[in-house]
């Protein structure tokens, strides 16, 4: 069968005959041989061509023993002429990425003797393993220094090297192969055994960025972007960050340190906000009966600061011999605040809680609370804490 591919990577219209069509159970679609094709089939990591046959889409391209199989819905008339046309924006957008991938391995195998060992090219992502690590430092000067063999422009070279030619050739992806080897050459930069379409000068490429550097069996993934790609990417983050530095009235640069101020100043006022609960609490202990009229003290409270209500039962088990509880939260329905919207039997809430007594055994008062308010809760004898879906009144009840 003809590669067109081989021939003119620019051939997107062609005709050819049809050999076989035949049905397959499992993907549940034709199976068309062609005796010629444009359409590169899935191989070497890389996606298969998109496209059509009569105007009917080519939804897969596989190749089997040198065979290349187009997947389709509907059946082909065996002996027929099909017109075929290959997706070029996408064969394009492939060829960008993967002469892109070339010349970032050959970088990594110049300078730190790395073997690319791994590639997956799709619609969504590029990724490349190496043997060897590499950090984001390091990955951003290769980056730099192949973006500069995308400005100069050279060619991308297919070379068919007769066997002895080969034996002398030093390039990458090194295997026994039956046949002819081809080899994709970028001068002075890479060498490599590949199958696949690429870019006839590196200058088609447009940029290329790395967007991700991640350790992986013991040496690095990297992402790429190249072509429309990264322009994409990088038209959504600069609206992202154009968007942000607006809206904090910063430059665009400065949106990181913006980010962190705010961030800190956040952090600052929940500071504040939980030091003012605090004190709140505190007040409100003050306006609970005396030691002398009540030995228990029980206070119900929106704020659900911890480490205050915590201690605002240590405080409370200073005075009242006692069990000593803050009942935090509110109305479950309307996320109300707590106090009178709860009281009565008249609705039931959710209410986080701390026990604590010097006296009287809190387990005891666990258990009441677990079996009569079906409370989850746990502790020890001096402090207990849960939560409680009850009406206030409910509560007092049982604690007070
Ligand atoms: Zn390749």
């Given at each position: 069968m003809r590669k067109l591919f081989y021939e003119d990577?620019?051939?997107t219209k062609f005709e050819a005959q049809v050999l076989s069509c035949d049905y397959d159970q499992d993907r549940k679609l034709y199976k068309v041989l062609l005796d010629q094709t444009a359409f590169f089939p899935e191989e070497g990591g890389q996606s298969a061509d998109i496209g059509t046959l009569n105007g009917m889409e080519v939804v897969d391209a596989q190749i089997k023993d040198d065979l290349i199989y187009h997947y389709v819905e509907q059946a082909i008339e065996v002996g027929s002429t099909v017109s075929g046309l290959v997706d070029w924006n996408q064969r394009f957008d492939f060829m960008q990425q993967h002469s892109g991938e070339h010349i970032l391995s050959g970088l990594i195998h110049n300078k730190y003797?790395?073997?690319?060992?791994g590639f997956h090219l799709s619609n969504n992502e590029v990724t490349m393993d190496f043997n060897g690590p590499l950090d984001w430092e390091q990955a951003r000067e290769i980056e730099l220094e192949a973006n500069k063999i995308v400005y100069q422009n050279l060619p991308v070279n297919i070379l068919y090297p007769t066997n002895d030619e080969l034996i002398n050739m030093e390039y990458r992806s090194k295997i026994e192969i039956d046949g002819q080897v081809r080899i994709v050459e970028i001068p002075g930069v890479d060498m490599c055994a590949c199958c696949a379409p690429h870019v006839a000068?590196?200058?088609?490429?447009g940029i290329l960025k790395i967007v991700g550097v991640q350790s992986y069996k013991g040496g690095v993934r990297l992402n790429i972007l190249c072509g429309e790609r990264a322009l994409k990417d990088y038209s959504l983050k600069y609206d992202s960050v154009s968007a942000i530095a607006q809206d904090m009235s910063t430059k665009q640069e400065q949106v990181v340190e913006g980010y962190q101020r705010l961030k800190d100043e956040c952090q600052a006022y929940k500071y504040k906000v939980n030091e003012l609960q605090a004190k709140c609490l505190s007040m409100s202990l003050?306006?609970?009966?005396?030691p002398e009229e009540s030995e228990n003290a029980v206070l119900f409270t929106d704020i659900t600061d911890n480490m205050a209500i915590r201690n605002a039962v240590n405080e409370l088990m200073e005075k009242y011999s006692g069990y000593c509880g803050v009942f935090a939260g509110g109305d479950m329905a309307s996320d109300n605040k707590t106090g009178d919207d709860c009281d009565g039997d008249k609705k039931v809430c959710n209410y986080r809680f701390v026990i604590g007594s010097k006296s009287s055994d809190c387990n005891e008062l666990a258990q009441k609370l677990r079996s009569e308010l079906g409370a989850k809760c746990g502790g020890n004898k001096v402090m207990i804490q849960g939560s409680v879906e009850a009406g206030k009144s409910e509560i007092e009840r049982i604690v007070v």
């Open positions: 990577i620019n051939i003797g790395y073997n690319n060992v000068t590196t200058g088609q490429i003050a306006a609970l009966p005396s």
